[in-house]
């Protein structure tokens, strides 16, 4: 099924949201643990 222009932009915003917010976690994270987390995410 495909989606009208204005709705894949919607799902790509939603979806680069979430990814912002998975990083934010992992830099608190990386703050509390900086040991704990590999150096291979980045």
Request: charge should be negative; glycine fraction near 2%; aromatic fraction near 10%.
């Amino acid at each position: 099924m495909a989606l009208g222009p204005d709705k894949q932009l919607e799902m790509e915003q939603i979806i680069r949201m979430e990814l912002n917010l998975e990083l934010r976690l992992l830099e608190k994270q990386w703050e509390k643990y900086p040991a704990k987390i590999p150096y291979s995410i980045y």
